[in-house]
């Protein structure tokens, strides 16, 4: 299985929900990845987890929380979000060991977020 | 910005034809890898190279890899229909640790007419 699944495929939020991103993998992957993807341009890594410790934020703000409550499960927590925050987000997967192993990203379809 | 550049922006190709994109980077690299995107959903991995490598083939593409130019083009030979789609090259920095953290290039899209 080199499935990557997010849920859900479309989600539409006002700027004062709460909402949350599903990822889901079970390639036995250790290393599991957040990025935005705003229309027309390359994805942009927001966070690393790594043995669902976060080993990497790329100054994301605050309003975005990621979780990694097992190694096969990663959600994006989304609070107070702005306009400008609509995007496609995609999640990735790997292996984490040092090695050839760990350079292949596998992701998974995107959630497209509207924020109104 | 550690982003690469790809170029062209766009490419339109017939049928049966090649078309090759170009990508350039910044900073020192230990692989590149090429991925593509089909209408803004996720990204599926086509093929790596890694810094001690000048050319890679794999089926119909080919990969070719210049470190002291900082590039890398990749070639899609007897195009199809089916390859419509975003191209995006990314790099992993020289970089220690325990993750892979890729920069995306800025994208070439494809489109080939049947």
């Known amino acids: 299985d080199t499935e990557v699944t997010q849920t859900p495929k479309h989600l539409v939020m006002g700027m004062t929900n709460k909402k949350s991103l599903k990822c889901e993998q079970h390639?036995?992957?250790?290393?599991m990845y957040w990025y935005k993807q705003k229309a027309k341009k390359p994805p942009e890594l927001m966070f690393v987890y790594s043995y669902e410790k976060l080993s990497i934020n790329e100054s994301v703000p605050s309003r975005f929380s990621p979780e990694c409550p097992n190694s096969s499960l990663l959600n994006l927590h989304l609070h107070a979000l702005q306009p400008e925050d609509s995007a496609l987000y995609l999640c990735?997967?790997?292996?984490?060991?040092?090695?050839?192993?760990?350079?292949?990203?596998?992701f998974g379809p995107g959630t497209r977020l509207l924020v109104l | 910005s550690q982003q690469g550049e790809e170029d062209p922006q766009a490419l339109s190709i017939q049928e049966g034809e090649n078309a090759t994109m170009n990508c350039s980077y910044k900073?020192?690299?230990?692989?590149l890898q090429w991925y593509r995107q089909n209408s803004g959903r996720g990204l599926v991995h086509l093929i790596l190279?890694?810094?001690?490598?000048r050319e890679k083939h794999s089926g119909r593409l080919r990969v070719t890899l210049d470190t002291s130019k900082k590039s890398s083009s990749l070639l899609i030979t007897a195009s199809r229909a089916a390859d419509t789609a975003s191209y995006f090259c990314?790099?992993?920095?020289?970089?220690?640790?325990?993750?892979?953290?890729?920069?995306f290039g800025t994208g070439t899209l494809l489109a080939v007419q049947p």
């Open positions: 900073t020192s690299i230990n692989n």
């Open positions: 190279i890694r810094s001690n490598e």
């Open positions: 990735a997967s790997s292996q984490a060991n040092p090695g050839r192993g760990r350079e292949t990203q596998y």
């Open positions: 990314a790099t992993v920095p020289y970089y220690g640790g325990a993750t892979n953290k890729l920069i």
């Open positions: 390639m036995g992957h250790r290393a």
